[in-house]
């Protein structure tokens, strides 16, 4: 089926990088936190295969930064997440589930603290910003919470810290993974981070004042031509190729951190102050009844996956494929699926109802291809 | 500009009507609370002039109902608006702004009370359960927070409640406005309320059983076919020139209720628990810097209002306008716009720089068509 129009208004934000975005002939967006996220520029295969190979530019604006400070700032993030978060560096980047009380996923984020007293929280889809501040004001915490005016522009590929050193200089390389430094933009200081949501490598500019973004944008564009910079976007191919999970299509508030693969991230043997500790303690205990794998599904190319598809393992409900895409570097279609107990150990053969009729499918690790 | 293609998944929520909608035409959706919102069929025009003059089948799922029970259900709706909720008898329904600490916009759902010790608040487009949910654990509040799973579907039009009673019986028609009732779909009892995202009259079905969607959209387009019924959806042009209000669209978080004309419903007067009341009594005694108000620009159609379009007033700054669509019925441009004080009187000639060049405008009382 072809894709719907998306009808678009001051509600579903557009950035500073939108009249850029359009020019550079964006074809789809998605909605994402209340925002215009670009989903495909030439096709989703082609930009896959670009991002493998050169270097794009990403507007991930969307990728809103909560902004967390004041003296319990630390005590509240520490309460929203059960990853250790109290050791920390200034310049650090770690992902962080959030967590309700009952340890159910609430969001994703790449927790940055920028500064020593400071944090932001780089949010998957959902308002989270909403339930910290919620929480801090029941709590009568000394923590602010509020959506900073910073729009994340991603610079991903294989080539991208080539073109990052030729437009601010050396001392990028100098960046390590998860790290913070600082670039400038018409003398102007901006942080960078060497992260992203690909496997090609790269980094992300944390745009904080908006009508450096077309400037910005030029100048990447421009000193990137030999190495075939172009527009991007967060590839569905890519990311089930490499394993990076989505909020709201690989887990929801139904799941939790263990079945999501990210028990390790949980650090149940430190002292937490995580409102969810004690639920999370006791599934660490239980074992989570299900968890995300790949899988592998036979036949041409699979449909978009719209919602759950559900995969059967001789003839009893299995579990679900939650997102999926064909690859033609696998030469398969490559997926990720929550399977429950039993029927995701790698090589088990499964069933999956896709749109069009049931399905052949092997069970696999993550990522697909590393 | 053309609308843009919307990239679907499962965050991008399906609902159990999606499939009717598709089946009915739906050229466009919006996303909204992560779930889709059709929201063109014909084109904006013929869905409003339709709308107008019979009936319409609205899938709007993406209305999330916020469940709240609980001892402390009423105590944590109270802390969250400042409309009066102790009052609220079962079976009504109240437009209740939600703010935060300092009284600032986060939502403006409607608030039902389906039972004795039960609310929904039936929520515009941002994750408000979850802020509620933070501050009831914050404060250790004895209240549940859950999206249920319901999907109301609105019937609207002037002819919906000829249709509402064919299908099932005369009862519908003593459902007084902003009141619930009772149907049975194959015996099934769903909730039914006399409201709705039009000015045109109608009813919304809060559906809580997915299996029943196809046949309830079945069966009212069955028994409404010589009303005319058919799909639409919230309706950009009726919905200005009724002066109905979107969040995220005429107001965000940076604005008050006060601004948003909404000031007779705090009720100040009264011993209220909002945690916004001192700041909303400031804000009364202060008076608002800025409200809502109408406009109409001169000048052909206008393109759809993306981001905030200034507004300015002998050649200072006025405001923006932040809602705006072509009224065949109106004959002119009719808009929704936040202006500050002193420039809001109805006559007074603002010019409005929207795309494609500046327009001359005067400032009106919402609704535009009463």
Redesign the interface.
């Known amino acids: 089926?072809q894709?719907?129009?998306?009808?678009?208004?001051?509600?579903?934000?557009?950035t500073p990088f939108t009249d850029r975005v359009?020019a550079a002939g964006?074809?789809?967006?998605?909605?994402y936190n209340?925002m215009l996220l670009p989903?495909?520029f030439e096709s989703l295969e082609a930009d896959a295969a670009h991002l493998k190979r050169h270097v794009q530019l990403w507007d991930v604006s969307c990728q809103r930064q909560i902004e967390v400070r004041g003296p319990d700032a630390t005590r509240l993030v520490e309460l929203c997440t059960p990853r250790e978060i109290s050791s920390m560096d200034t310049g650090q980047c770690r992902y962080s589930p959030i967590v309700?009380?009952g340890g159910r996923m609430?969001n994703d984020p790449v927790v940055i603290k920028p500064d020593a007293d400071r944090y932001w929280v780089s949010i998957a889809?959902?308002?989270?910003g909403?339930?910290?501040?919620?929480?801090?004001?029941?709590?009568?915490l000394a923590a602010e919470v509020e959506e900073a005016d910073v729009w994340p522009l991603a610079v991903q590929g294989p080539r991208a810290e080539a073109l990052m050193q030729r437009v601010f200089g050396e001392g990028v390389r100098g960046i390590r993974f998860f790290r913070c430094g600082r670039v400038a933009v018409a003398d102007h200081p901006l942080r960078v981070s060497r992260s992203g949501f690909s496997k090609q490598g790269g980094f992300e500019i944390y745009l904080d004042r908006a009508e450096l973004a077309e400037p910005l944008w030029d100048t990447l564009l421009e000193a990137g031509r030999d190495l075939q910079v172009r527009a991007g976007g967060p590839n569905?191919i890519e990311r089930i190729e490499s394993g990076l999970l989505?909020?709201?299509?690989d887990m929801t508030r139904a799941n939790t951190p263990y079945e999501c693969g990210l028990g390790a991230l949980c650090r149940l043997d430190k002292e937490l102050r995580c409102?969810a500790t004690d639920a999370l303690r006791a599934e660490a205990e239980r074992g989570p009844r299900r968890s995300l794998t790949g899988l592998r599904i036979d036949g041409g190319p699979v449909p978009?996956?719209?919602?759950?598809w559900r995969v059967t393992a001789n003839g009893t409900r299995a579990g679900s494929v939650?997102?999926a895409a064909w690859s033609p570097d696998c030469g398969t279609n490559v997926a990720i699926g929550m399977l429950e107990c039993g029927h995701g150990e790698p090589g088990t053969r499964v069933r999956v109802e896709a749109p069009g009729g049931s399905r052949s499918a092997t069970v696999c690790h993550l990522p697909h291809r590393g």
């Open positions: 089926m894709a719907p129009l998306l009808s678009v208004s001051r509600r579903t934000r557009r359009e964006v074809q789809a967006y998605t909605v209340h989903t495909v309700d009380e609430l889809d959902t308002d989270i909403l339930w910290m501040d919620g929480l801090a004001r029941g709590m009568g569905l989505s909020y709201g299509n409102i978009v996956c719209r919602e759950p939650t997102s």
